[in-house]
């Protein structure tokens, strides 16, 4: 079974600044890996998916990046509303099954 | 627009069952897997089951294998989650979720979810 790590578990930033959010799988997984942000009382939202590709409708300040075991999700300048929890996604080749990271949170300095 | 409506949900005993429907609208129901996700009060996400468009594969999580199971009705766009022998740790907001790939063997991303339904399993 694969394992993700996501680091930091809080990051504590102003609007304005970037936010670097990782995460690590305990081994090499395909480009199967997503972010979804979520926030308190709502769903989940898909922000970046197969590592790096933008879903639809969401901001260009979003990108992911990475490859292997290690991957990125960066927000470039960050807005009241990117204030939440973020959670990275991988699947395992066969069977298709999913695991989530523990999430960071984002919250305000 | 893509929506999906989860319903069923409530306060079960331990060692009961229950089942949870999704009723999907604003795309083509019978293309698309599905997915469903839980998220215990407090907690991170946790994959439970997923079904191919038509029916013929369903995988699920292991900690629900054996006392969960997915199904759909395409007829219905109506996606569901029998749950039997339900344990107090599957008390969770279940939220069903539609795969952002386009089959079950490429299925990657969940891309649209509903906003869940809460099942608390308490004697």
């Known amino acids: 079974e694969i394992v993700l790590t996501q680091s930091p578990a809080t990051l504590s930033l102003s609007p304005g600044e970037r936010a670097t959010l990782s995460c690590r799988a305990s081994q090499s997984v395909s480009r199967y890996l997503a972010w979804y942000q979520q926030k308190p009382g709502q769903a989940p939202r898909l922000l970046i998916y197969d590592a790096s590709n933008r879903a639809t409708g969401i901001p260009a300040r979003f990108s992911g990046s990475g490859s292997g075991t290690d991957f990125t999700l960066t927000i470039s300048s960050l807005e009241p509303e990117d204030f939440a929890v973020y959670y990275c996604q991988q699947r395992s080749n066969w069977p298709p099954l999913f695991t989530f990271g523990p999430g960071t949170k984002v919250d305000i300095k | 627009q893509v929506q999906l409506v989860e319903s069923g949900g409530g306060v079960v005993q331990p060692g009961r069952s229950l089942r949870l429907s999704c009723a999907a609208s604003?795309?083509?129901?019978?293309?698309?897997?599905l997915h469903w996700v839980r998220q215990a009060p407090g907690k991170g996400l946790e994959w439970v089951a997923v079904i191919s468009y038509d029916g013929s594969h369903e995988f699920h999580a292991d900690s629900v294998k054996g006392r969960f199971t997915i199904s759909r009705d395409n007829s219905k766009n109506t996606l569901s989650l029998q749950m039997n022998n339900l344990r107090a740790e599957d008390t969770a907001v279940y939220y069903c979720?539609?795969?952002?790939?386009?089959?079950?063997?490429?299925?990657?991303?969940?891309?649209?979810w509903g906003q869940g339904t809460l099942v608390t399993v308490s004697s």
């Open positions: 604003g795309f083509t129901f019978s293309n698309s897997a």
């Open positions: 979720a539609r795969e952002g790939g386009v089959s079950i063997a490429e299925a990657s991303h969940f891309d649209f």
